[in-house]
């Protein structure tokens, strides 16, 4: 078992920056590729990037790239979401998630736990 605890969204003027964290506990973090995914109200959760367990590969959507930076910290079981030069459309809950290989892509059925998410709203 893997648990999952999103931290670090608000409420952030567009043009602005917010970094999310994901800590896990439970077997061992730097076993799994983590992902971050994100679901607006009336849309399906969509990719948002993906890091190996080793953190050397990464991958994002394309409508974060240059924007968004996954990262993560194995001896605190923690992966980071840096995000800048937020949007209105980024708006969403955005959720961890932990994949049983040492890498995953953009599916949501690679990915088997699941945080409860945290809220990021951007205003124009």
């Known amino acids: 078992q893997v648990q999952l605890v999103e931290s670090g969204g608000g409420l952030v003027q567009a043009g602005g920056s917010l970094r999310l964290s994901c800590a896990a506990s439970?077997?061992?973090?730097?076993?799994?590729?983590m992902g971050w995914f994100r679901q607006a109200p009336g849309k399906e959760r969509e990719f948002v990037a993906t890091i190996s367990k080793s953190g050397s590969f990464t991958d994002y959507a394309d409508s974060v790239k240059g924007r968004f930076s996954i990262s993560r910290d194995n001896a605190k079981n923690t992966v980071y979401l840096q995000m800048n030069s937020l949007k209105p459309e980024d708006t969403a809950g955005y959720y961890c998630?932990?994949?049983?290989?040492?890498?995953?892509?953009?599916?949501?059925?690679?990915?088997?736990?699941w945080g409860q998410g945290t809220q990021v709203t951007v205003s124009s």
């Open positions: 998630a932990a994949a049983p290989s040492v890498v995953a892509g953009s599916r949501p059925y690679e990915y088997n736990y």
């Open positions: 439970g077997r061992t973090f730097s076993s799994n590729a």
